[in-house]
């Protein structure tokens, strides 16, 4: 009922939960004490078993990532350290919203994750074959899965929780544009980019850092379906892609991709037009373009996909020395959900199966016992520190650098901003040519037409928003009134969703 007041599991009166408790307005850092959020999170992380929440459909395969180009000035991490240095990969990609029986030419965003066995320890790269996400703030990444999912009534995907929701976080229009063009449906994972969509730290021996954002340019270049072209390969192979690349790679046509970094020193981002944090958005190339890295080889297939590519666990909390996060709220949500939800699903020494296992690394710390532990359990070393019976230390030299935070500790909820429609517009008049914007406007037809009508308004005033020609396009296919969506598109945030209520 409407009068009815959300709580915590616990019964405990919840006063904001669009927002996780951070240290300051804009991207900043994100409390533990946040109870709400760990409690949102964790019990998410435990919603399904034994496939993964999400990510549950995908092909992997083992490779190397090449340094290019040296920009060890930048970063001390040390499988970064030269031109030539090659360091063994392990590589997933994946649909994100389906089961693990789903279709892999569904319209979803596709997974990008990359495991570097580095001599450091194991360094995970989790992002998407999309530069933006849906979301900027994790307390929202549940309930977003969750309209993705389905309906808990029916248990059929339903239009109207997509959209309604999407409508109601107009931060998601970007990603949600990218999506619904023929992006989101890539012919396969061997002709799609990769991005860490994040931005993180790089920093160096002397504690210098910078913020850095990952690309992955596929060197089969880009590929994609039509939407026609995608219901008939789910039809007709709905393991297209993950066959795809098993074959390329058995056949010897080994998938490449060149990997390139953008990098904004501290100083430019207090002064950048926007938030760069902000994982809804994407720095301009004009700005920063992009600096040559790597390049990425895939030229193994796993001998057990069980073994391998199911059971293999990615947590973006992974860093060795030289990289470390950023003050991305979504980011600093996922640095705990991610290992929290691979505990949950293989257990807590999930670190020990072999694909997961840190190959190049000597691992030494006090962590005992624990379901599946496979290992010598540390034998008779002491399992406490610190400890008198020469056991491994501490080593403060490993320690990332200080970053000053003004902090003001509150559940800060980012508005709705100018700048969250700039982006969309740019990328309609820009990026899309006539043959993409047909497509585009017909693939968010055929799926938001099947919305209520009220819904179709809030969103379409949205696009409207954005970019006039691209809100007239999608209403003159819905068949609404034009008038009405300038209207809405002309209101606040709260005046727009109080007119389309039900």
């Given at each position: 009922?409407?009068?009815?007041?959300?709580?915590?599991?616990?019964?405990?009166?919840?006063?904001?939960?669009?927002?996780?408790m951070?240290?300051?307005?804009?991207?900043?850092?994100?409390?533990l004490?946040?109870?709400?959020l760990i409690?949102?999170?964790?019990?998410?992380?435990?919603?399904?078993?034994?496939?993964?929440?999400?990510?549950?459909?995908?092909?992997?395969?083992?490779?190397?990532?090449?340094v290019?180009?040296?920009?060890?000035?930048?970063?001390?991490?040390?499988?970064?350290?030269?031109?030539?240095?090659?360091?063994?990969?392990?590589?997933?990609m994946s649909t994100?919203?389906?089961?693990?029986?789903?279709?892999?030419?569904?319209r979803d965003?596709?997974?990008?994750?990359v495991?570097?066995?580095?001599?450091e320890?194991?360094?995970?790269?989790?992002?998407?074959n999309?530069?933006?996400?849906?979301?900027?703030?994790?307390?929202?990444?549940?309930?977003?899965?969750?309209?993705?999912?389905?309906?808990?009534?029916?248990?059929?995907?339903?239009?109207?929780?997509?959209?309604?929701?999407?409508?109601l976080?107009?931060?998601?229009?970007?990603?949600?544009?990218?999506?619904?063009?023929?992006?989101g449906?890539p012919?396969?994972?061997?002709?799609m980019?990769?991005?860490?969509?994040?931005?993180?730290?790089?920093?160096?021996?002397?504690?210098?850092y910078?913020w850095?954002?990952?690309h992955?340019?596929?060197?089969?270049?880009?590929?994609?379906?039509?939407?026609?072209?995608?219901?008939k390969?789910?039809?007709?192979?709905?393991?297209h892609?993950?066959?795809?690349l098993?074959?390329?790679?058995?056949?010897?046509?080994?998938?490449?991709w060149?990997?390139y970094?953008?990098?904004?020193?501290?100083?430019?981002?207090?002064e950048?037009?926007?938030?760069?944090?902000d994982?809804?958005?994407?720095w301009?190339?004009?700005?920063?373009?992009?600096?040559?890295?790597?390049?990425?080889?895939?030229?193994?297939?796993?001998?057990?996909?069980?073994?391998?590519?199911?059971?293999?666990?990615?947590?973006?909390?992974?860093?060795?020395?030289?990289?470390s996060?950023?003050?991305?709220?979504?980011?600093?949500?996922?640095?705990?959900?991610?290992?929290?939800?691979?505990?949950?699903?293989?257990?807590?020494?999930?670190?020990?199966?072999?694909?997961?296992?840190?190959?190049?690394?000597?691992?030494n710390?006090?962590?005992?016992?624990?379901?599946?532990?496979?290992?010598?359990?540390?034998g008779?070393t002491?399992?406490?520190?610190?400890?008198?019976?020469?056991?491994?230390?501490?080593?403060?030299?490993?320690?990332?650098?200080?970053?000053?935070?003004?902090?003001?500790?509150?559940?800060?909820?980012?508005?709705?901003?100018?700048?969250?429609?700039?982006?969309?517009?740019?990328?309609?008049?820009?990026?899309?040519?006539?043959?993409?914007k047909?497509?585009l406007?017909?693939?968010?037809?055929?799926?938001?037409?099947?919305?209520q009508?009220?819904?179709?308004?809030?969103?379409?005033?949205?696009?409207y928003?954005?970019?006039?020609?691209?809100?007239?396009?999608?209403?003159?296919?819905?068949?609404?009134?034009?008038?009405?969506?300038?209207?809405?598109?002309?209101?606040?945030?709260?005046d727009?969703?109080?007119?389309?209520?039900?």
């Amino acid at each position: 009922m409407a009068d009815e007041k959300l709580t915590t599991n616990k019964g405990i009166p919840i006063s904001n939960d669009q927002a996780s408790m951070t240290t300051g307005e804009g991207s900043n850092y994100t409390l533990l004490q946040d109870v709400q959020l760990i409690e949102k999170l964790a019990h998410f992380d435990r919603e399904r078993i034994p496939e993964r929440v999400v990510h549950a459909k995908g092909a992997g395969a083992h490779g190397y990532f090449e340094v290019t180009n040296d920009l060890s000035k930048y970063t001390r991490a040390k499988f970064l350290s030269k031109v030539g240095k090659r360091t063994e990969i392990f590589s997933r990609m994946s649909t994100v919203g389906g089961e693990r029986g789903s279709a892999d030419a569904k319209r979803d965003p596709r997974g990008f994750a990359v495991k570097f066995y580095t001599e450091e320890g194991n360094y995970d790269l989790v992002g998407n074959n999309i530069p933006i996400f849906f979301i900027r703030d994790a307390i929202k990444f549940p309930d977003f899965i969750h309209t993705q999912k389905r309906h808990p009534s029916n248990n059929l995907a339903n239009a109207d929780m997509f959209w309604d929701f999407l409508s109601l976080t107009p931060e998601s229009l970007h990603q949600a544009t990218f999506l619904f063009t023929d992006r989101g449906t890539p012919q396969n994972y061997r002709h799609m980019d990769g991005f860490s969509s994040h931005t993180y730290m790089w920093y160096n021996e002397k504690d210098e850092y910078v913020w850095v954002k990952y690309h992955f340019k596929t060197s089969q270049g880009n590929r994609t379906l039509t939407n026609d072209e995608s219901i008939k390969m789910c039809g007709e192979n709905p393991d297209h892609a993950t066959e795809d690349l098993y074959n390329s790679i058995e056949t010897g046509d080994y998938p490449q991709w060149d990997v390139y970094v953008q990098i904004m020193t501290n100083d430019e981002a207090k002064e950048y037009k926007f938030d760069p944090f902000d994982v809804t958005k994407v720095w301009y190339h004009g700005d920063y373009p992009l600096i040559p890295l790597g390049k990425m080889v895939l030229n193994r297939n796993p001998e057990n996909y069980f073994v391998e590519v199911e059971q293999v666990a990615f947590a973006p909390s992974n860093f060795v020395p030289g990289i470390s996060p950023s003050p991305d709220r979504l980011l600093q949500g996922r640095l705990f959900a991610y290992e929290d939800t691979q505990r949950h699903r293989l257990g807590p020494n999930h670190h020990q199966i072999p694909i997961n296992r840190a190959k190049n690394a000597k691992i030494n710390n006090y962590q005992r016992d624990g379901p599946m532990d496979v290992d010598d359990n540390g034998g008779s070393t002491p399992n406490y520190y610190p400890n008198s019976q020469g056991g491994p230390v501490q080593d403060i030299s490993f320690k990332p650098p200080a970053v000053e935070v003004q902090a003001v500790i509150d559940k800060h909820t980012r508005p709705v901003e100018d700048v969250d429609f700039v982006q969309v517009g740019e990328f309609w008049r820009r990026v899309l040519n006539n043959t993409d914007k047909n497509n585009l406007v017909g693939n968010i037809v055929g799926h938001l037409g099947n919305a209520q009508e009220r819904i179709q308004y809030r969103q379409t005033s949205l696009f409207y928003r954005a970019e006039p020609e691209y809100g007239t396009r999608v209403g003159e296919g819905l068949g609404l009134d034009i008038k009405r969506v300038k209207m809405l598109a002309e209101m606040s945030q709260e005046d727009r969703v109080e007119a389309t209520k039900i």
